[in-house]
Every structure is written in structure tokens, then in C-alpha cells.
């Protein structure tokens, strides 16, 4: 973490957290995030609000999806992006949990439960970079709501609304 309570996680560190792996772990880099209220209490407090994420995806031509979708097209498929910007939303609970990520690994599931308003605007292809920004919209017990936008060359390509339940493993 740096002065501007942004963060910047490598791969490495973003694998600690995710337990999604290759072909899933749909999250190259987290650029920033900018986490708001008590996020040390993140299943009751719903103070969290504007807590925002930025993450990267580099698609590159050997993902293993272009080979049928489409070899003489290749485009990401849309339920990958909703994917990716999941995992990216998830994030937002990481400056509460990177004191202890091995428990949290251990003890805690991230379930998505909604995705609303889901739009995609340009085709993604090898080459891009996916820029993912989310922020909480609102938190109620478990459930988080997020806003997702996806940018390629600063256009915007998709967005959704995505709710997820937090959960310690029983």
C-alpha cells in the first residue's frame, strides 16, 4: 500500500487471494484500490460504499478459449468477462484481509449470486488490455453490489452490476 491508500498486487499476491489458476485466474494485475470505511469489519459494517477496484487482463492469442470461440474470429466470450470483473470486485475486501490472507484463503468464499444490466458495447480480441474498474454500490450483510466497467484504450467495452455473497466456510 502506498500514501494514497492505493494498492498494487502482482500476480503472485493476486494468486494468495484468488483460488482460481490457469485457464481461470481471469486477473493479470491489480493496478489500485481505494478501499472506503471499515473494511476490517466486512460482513456487518456497510460503510464501504465508493470502495473501488482497478485491475488489468492482457488477452493474449494463446488463451485457450480462441480455439473455438472463434478461430476465424477470436473474441472473449462475455461470461469470461463477467468473470474477470467479478474477480476484480473481489478485491475490494483485500486491505481488510492481507494481514492474513492464508486464513482467508483457508476460510472465506466469495459466491457470485447476480449479475444485472450486463452490456457489451465493442468486441474483445488479442492484443487488448482489459482494464476492469468496479466499485461497491451498496452492502447489506453478505451481499455486496458492485458497478463493473471494462475499458480497452480508455473506450468502454462492457459493464454489469454484479452482486456477490461474502462468506466464511462453515
Known amino acids: 500500500m502506498n500514501e494514497n491508500n492505493r494498492y498494487y498486487l502482482n500476480i503472485e499476491q493476486i494468486q494468495r487471494y484468488l483460488p482460481h489458476r490457469h485457464p481461470f485466474l481471469?486477473?493479470?494485475?491489480?493496478?489500485?484500490?481505494?478501499?472506503?470505511?471499515n473494511l476490517l469489519d466486512p460482513l456487518t459494517?456497510?460503510?464501504?460504499?465508493?470502495?473501488?477496484?482497478?485491475?488489468?487482463?492482457?488477452?493474449?492469442?494463446?488463451?485457450?478459449?480462441?480455439?473455438?470461440?472463434?478461430?476465424?474470429?477470436?473474441?472473449?466470450?462475455?461470461?469470461?468477462?463477467?468473470e474477470a470483473m467479478a474477480q476484480a470486485a473481489s478485491f475490494s475486501l483485500y486491505p481488510a484481509l492481507e494481514k492474513d490472507i492464508d486464513r482467508f484463503a483457508r476460510e472465506f468464499k466469495c459466491i457470485l449470486v447476480g449479475v444485472d444490466s450486463a452490456r457489451f458495447r465493442k468486441p474483445i480480441i488479442p492484443g487488448d488490455s482489459l482494464k476492469i474498474i468496479s466499485q461497491v454500490t451498496k452492502t447489506r450483510g453478505q451481499l455486496w453490489n458492485f458497478q463493473v466497467v471494462a475499458e480497452v484504450d480508455s473506450q468502454k467495452v462492457a459493464e454489469a452490476e454484479i452482486m456477490a455473497k461474502l462468506m466464511f466456510k462453515e
Request: charged share 20%; no cysteine.
Open 26 to 37: 481471469l486477473i493479470d494485475r491489480i493496478l489500485e484500490i481505494h478501499p472506503q470505511g
Open 45 to 82: 459494517s456497510e460503510d464501504k460504499v465508493g470502495t473501488r477496484v482497478v485491475a488489468l487482463k492482457n488477452i493474449s492469442v494463446n488463451e485457450p478459449y480462441f480455439q473455438g470461440h472463434f478461430p476465424a474470429y477470436p473474441i472473449v466470450p462475455g461470461v469470461l468477462v463477467i
